[in-house]
């Protein structure tokens, strides 16, 4: 990449502001990019060719994004469908998954990715997991997924 860029959801308008790092820390603003009507968590490819957002109004979806390596502009590459509203996304330490939390559903789900950055329709798991999972993590080693959860006090880890 020829710089460094912050990416931040706007719920309230749906859209993606870009922004680019100066040397001394500013953020000079870029383009804008039109997501869901309600746009929410983003996280973005160990490899940051892509961006990935979280829809949190019905129908849930991801919108997944290509990353300019050169001006760190958003292409929009696909939507594909959610099982739920996440206020947390990841991916693992390849890329080729993404995971989801959903506070009000309980649950966590595993979606694949495919090499071109798009997101598969179906999940390849939706796990219930106790009251209001609130992350989804996976550990250095891609071997183990944490997933705490606010309102049963627990940490769920599962094997990837």
Same mark, same amino acid.
């Given at each position: 990449?020829?710089?460094?860029?912050?990416?931040?959801?706007?719920?309230?308008?749906?859209? !993606?502001?870009?922004?680019?790092?100066?040397?001394?820390?500013?953020?000079?603003?870029?383009?804008?990019?039109?997501?869901?009507?309600?746009?929410?968590?983003?996280?973005?490819?160990?490899?940051?060719?892509?961006?990935?957002?979280?829809?949190?109004?019905?129908?849930?979806?991801?919108?997944?994004?290509? !990353?300019?390596?050169?001006?760190?502009? &958003?292409?929009?590459?696909?939507?594909?469908?959610?099982?739920?509203?996440?206020?947390?996304?990841?991916?693992?330490?390849?890329?080729?998954? &993404?995971?989801?939390?959903?506070?009000?559903?309980? &649950?966590?789900?595993?979606?694949?990715?495919?090499?071109?950055?798009?997101?598969?329709?179906?999940?390849?798991?939706? !796990?219930?997991?106790?009251?209001?999972?609130?992350? !989804?993590?996976?550990?250095?080693?891609?071997?183990?997924?944490?997933?705490?959860?606010?309102?049963?006090?627990?940490?769920?880890?599962?094997?990837?």
């Amino acid at each position: 990449m020829s710089g460094t860029y912050v990416y931040v959801s706007n719920a309230a308008d749906g859209d !993606i502001g870009s922004y680019r790092m100066q040397p001394d820390g500013a953020l000079q603003p870029g383009a804008r990019v039109k997501s869901a009507d309600v746009v929410g968590p983003l996280a973005v490819s160990p490899d940051r060719r892509f961006l990935y957002a979280a829809g949190r109004s019905q129908p849930f979806s991801v919108h997944a994004y290509a !990353i300019d390596a050169a001006t760190g502009a &958003l292409k929009p590459l696909a939507v594909s469908p959610l099982p739920a509203s996440f206020p947390y996304i990841s991916l693992d330490r390849s890329g080729r998954r &993404l995971f989801g939390a959903s506070y009000h559903s309980h &649950l966590i789900s595993v979606n694949a990715v495919g090499a071109d950055g798009r997101v598969a329709a179906a999940p390849l798991q939706v !796990i219930p997991v106790g009251r209001n999972a609130h992350s !989804i993590r996976c550990d250095e080693s891609n071997r183990y997924v944490y997933v705490p959860t606010l309102g049963s006090d627990q940490i769920f880890q599962f094997a990837f």
